[in-house]
């Protein structure tokens, strides 16, 4: 039987990283994971340059950035490795990189340059990566740690660190092992939901909006309930069925089915009173002045909704002109749903935070540790999911570290 003092499962971001660092501190790792391809999620991420972390990151104030049951909850582990720690690691591997905007940082050539970096890392630590190999069961005898099936074969492993990820893109080998692990040894699972995910309308209410299919602008878009209201200014993309684009990932993630988004197609611009100005000075077809606000398309979609917008600006009246800003800077519309976890970036929810150690991920059963996002701790869009993966990884090592029993 093989034996460690650590089984990771999933060589994903998170396991990748643990298995790296905890390997350097001295453990016996093995690192398996039931893919056939190493780490896709990191290959296809960031547009396929991989979005690694977020310099905007503020550790002491993780609820700006995360979401979850106790967003401080991430407190601690992002404290100890940081977005700097994580960038001086991929500055010691000499990967070019640049910053987008609002902080993200992403990779100046492709994604594979950060999965050749982390399995660097496992062999510098001398972690042994069986891959493909899927685990089946695990059982706990309380003086002799872990007994696990794998298809190579069973392995006795002091610790177990679970780092299965969520369900998003199951055709790249997500799946529900983590809150299956850990229902099966009694802990909680907040009800994993879809997040950064493109939302969907009803087919008959979304036809006047459909023909703006491929438009993209700056919006700013919230939540519909006037309690707790999430904002975000980013860019929207209509689609044939609903919504994309940053702002609606972003939004989704905060979004409560039932209830309605509410969005601001040209925001810090005060439209009412442009038209009403408009009005004094210009004959112009009212679809011909809101395009100098808005783009052309999305006025003319928008003046087709109603006749007394389709006359010129000067003989409409200040109510009609008043009407159409109100419709286009707080626009209410009810999702159906989200496009799911096809599309979905990430997984809300996972195991409850209420059952692991900040400190050092480990679960109320003795010896198994939920990192990553398996956890029920989601970050925006923008590199905060990835910094979760390696803040969470390194974290758990130094936990493993400190707690192997002397040979
Ligand atoms: P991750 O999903 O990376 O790894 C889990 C691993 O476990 C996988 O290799 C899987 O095969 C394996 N596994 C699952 N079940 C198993 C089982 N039963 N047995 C064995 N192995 C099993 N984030 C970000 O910060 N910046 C970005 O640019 C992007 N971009 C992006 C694009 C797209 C299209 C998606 C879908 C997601 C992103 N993300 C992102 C999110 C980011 O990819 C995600 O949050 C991290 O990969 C999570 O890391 P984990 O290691 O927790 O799971």
Redesign the pocket.
């Known amino acids: 039987m093989h034996s460690c003092d650590v089984l990771i499962?999933?060589?994903?971001?998170?396991?990748l990283f643990c298995a790296g660092v905890a390997g350097q501190l001295g453990l016996k790792v093995l690192l398996?994971?039931?893919?056939a391809k190493v780490?896709?999620?990191?290959r296809?991420?960031?547009g396929g340059r991989?979005?690694f972390t977020n310099r905007d990151l503020d550790p002491r104030a993780p609820h700006k950035h995360f979401l979850g049951e106790n967003p401080q909850f991430c407190r601690s582990a992002l404290s100890r490795y940081t977005a700097a720690d994580f960038t001086a690691l991929v500055q010691r591997h000499g990967i070019a990189f640049h910053e987008k905007h609002k902080g993200q940082l992403f990779g100046d050539r492709s994604s594979d340059d950060f999965i050749r970096m982390l399995l660097t890392e496992c062999a510098a630590g001398g972690v042994t990566h069986w891959q493909p190999c899927?685990?089946h069961g695990v059982r706990h005898h309380p003086d002799a740690g872990y007994e696990v099936d794998t298809d190579r074969g069973p392995v006795h492993a002091t610790r177990v660190v679970v780092?299965?990820?969520?369900l998003?893109?199951p055709q790249i080998?997500?799946?529900d092992?983590a809150w299956r692990l850990a229902r099966q040894f009694g802990l909680r699972v907040v009800e994993p939901r879809p997040a950064l995910v493109p939302l969907t309308f009803d087919g008959s209410h979304w036809a006047p909006y459909a023909q703006l299919a491929g438009l993209a602008l700056p919006v700013r878009i919230a939540t519909g309930l006037k309690k707790q209201r999430v904002a975000f200014d980013e860019d929207l993309l209509f689609t044939h069925r609903g919504l994309s684009g940053p702002a609606v990932l972003q939004i989704s993630s905060y979004w409560q089915p039932g209830t309605p988004v509410r969005l601001d197609l040209a925001p810090g611009r005060d439209l009412g009173a442009a038209l009403l100005t408009a009005k004094l000075q210009s004959r112009r077809l009212l679809v011909n002045e809101l395009a100098g606000h808005v783009p052309a398309r999305l006025a003319e979609a928008w003046v087709g909704q109603d006749p007394s917008w389709q006359r010129p600006v000067n003989e409409s009246s200040d109510k009609a002109l008043a009407a159409l800003a109100a419709r286009l800077s707080d626009w209410e519309l009810c999702p159906t749903g989200t496009e799911g976890w096809r599309k979905a970036?990430?997984t809300a929810g996972g195991v409850d935070t209420r059952d692991l150690s900040s400190q050092t991920f480990e679960s109320r059963q003795p010896g198994l540790h939920f990192i990553?996002?398996?956890v029920d701790v989601t970050?925006w869009l923008g590199?905060?999911?990835?910094?979760w993966?390696w803040s969470s990884g390194f974290a758990c090592a130094q936990a493993l570290a400190q707690a192997r029993t002397p040979a």
Not at 383 to 387: A, T
């Open positions: 499962v999933g060589a994903g971001a998170a396991g398996v994971d039931h893919a780490a896709e999620k990191i296809i991420s960031g991989c979005n899927a685990v780092a299965t990820g969520g998003s893109i080998g997500a799946s092992f970036e990430v990553g996002e398996a970050g590199g905060y999911n990835f910094q993966a």
